[in-house]
């Protein structure tokens, strides 16, 4: 059963990550298409995942009142129209309209998803299961952009928006056979709008919790720098086809399906301050070894590729008891407080992959160093958030919590 719950929120965790990455390929396409330049056509992964943080902020809060199960199956369905309203768009302007219906629906699986396993377990044995989750749902990215250039090449960019339609319907239907419900009516909170924006202000005002989730968000920069810049980096610099997209999402997720499950295998017996010192020292070996081959030589596979994954194997080591360190200050609002962290990451990742990303484009060693950069200030919030002063705890809105 534990099994069968931890595909079912991998997959669910993999609506957004698909919808991130399997139109990569088709981003000059759509470009020539509508008669845009590259900037604009940025903007679909741009206003995507600022829709996608946005809507973040209401999922936990929703399913804490409404229960995780509903929440999902009408997002899901919401996400199965846009996506096919995305492959019919007329214009590059109904395009961006679809883009951010999508962004507003996918983000339901991920938020819900660790709100449902804070639901069921605990400790040692809740860590093991987000491992087990990120290394399932690890495995969308690096899929998805080879799916989607195969897609591309063979029946153009429309194809990949119906493929998303295909699966968002798909796990609709797994939703309502197969996921269970996590909240019980009687744990439920009550649906008050300004007792949950008084909670909402008061969590982001825990600076332990604002820095963990910067960790978090900062931790993933260097992997939504990349992901931003996939076009760019593989059609440009590495001068590879549409259809060798693998080359860079195969090694950024292997690493990441490596370190969730080395991570998931040594919870128990690891204290989580350890797994984080480790996480982020093979992060830095990962993002060092990358600004130094960058600097040296011109950027070829797979020497070019191979420090990601080292990077993605620290990266999936840590974070998962970095969250659990920022849920762990708020044990009776676990969907508000899962909503907020991935708001604050999926922000960072917007910012990083659509306002960064371009001006990092054609240079091999500037995304190298832009990794490194976003490493050091994830290690900077992570070391502030250990000082005392900001242990102390909150108390949320009783109104929306009792």
């Not at 950024?252 to 480790?278: E, F, H, Q, R, T």
């Not at 910012?351 to 995304?367: Q, R, T």
């Amino acid at each position: 059963m534990q099994r069968m719950l931890t595909v079912i929120l991998a997959c669910l965790g993999m609506v957004g990550a698909l919808a991130i990455d399997t139109y990569l390929p088709s981003i000059p396409a759509i470009g020539r298409e509508f008669n845009v330049g590259p900037l604009a056509v940025q903007q679909t992964l741009s206003v995507f995942l600022f829709a996608f943080a946005f809507m973040m902020l209401f999922y936990g809060t929703l399913s804490d009142s409404f229960g995780r199960r509903p929440v999902i199956m009408v997002a899901l369905a919401v996400y199965t129209l846009a996506s096919l309203g995305a492959a019919f768009a007329p214009s590059f302007g109904w395009l961006l309209v679809f883009r951010a219906l999508q962004g507003l629906a996918a983000g339901s699986g991920s938020v819900i998803g660790a709100a449902i396993v804070q639901d069921r377990f605990s400790g040692a044995q809740a860590q093991k299961m987000m491992s087990h989750i990120m290394m399932v749902f690890g495995l969308a990215p690096a899929i998805a952009p080879v799916v989607g250039g195969w897609l591309h090449v063979h029946f153009g960019w429309r194809s990949t928006f119906y493929f998303l339609a295909a699966f968002g319907a798909l796990m609709f239907l797994l939703a309502w056979r197969a996921l269970p419900e996590s909240l019980a009516k009687a744990d439920r909170h009550p649906f008050h709008p300004v007792a949950i924006a008084a909670n909402y202000l008061k969590v982001m005002r825990n600076p332990r919790f604002v820095l963990l989730s910067l960790t978090v968000g900062m931790a993933f920069g260097g992997l939504s720098l990349y992901i931003g810049s996939a076009a760019n980096f593989v059609m440009e610099i590495l001068q590879l086809p549409e259809t060798a997209f693998g080359w860079l999402f195969i090694p950024l997720i292997s690493g990441m399906v490596l370190g969730s499950a080395w991570g998931g295998k040594v919870a128990g017996s690891l204290a989580p301050k350890k797994m984080k010192w480790i996480g982020f020292g093979i992060m830095a070996l990962g993002a060092g070894l990358g600004v130094g081959y960058n600097a040296l030589f011109a950027a070829a596979v797979p020497w070019a590729v191979l420090p990601l994954m080292v990077f993605t194997f620290g990266l999936a080591a840590a974070i998962p008891a970095v969250q659990l360190s920022a849920f762990a200050l708020f044990p009776d609002n676990r969907g508000l407080s899962s909503s907020m962290m991935s708001f604050v990451q999926m922000i960072c990742f917007a910012i990083v992959s659509g306002l960064v990303a371009p001006m990092l484009f054609g240079s091999a060693l500037k995304l190298a160093c832009g990794m490194l950069a976003g490493l050091v200030l994830s290690f900077i919030c992570w070391r502030l958030s250990a000082l005392e002063r900001f242990s102390a705890p909150v108390e949320l809105a009783t109104s929306a919590s009792n």
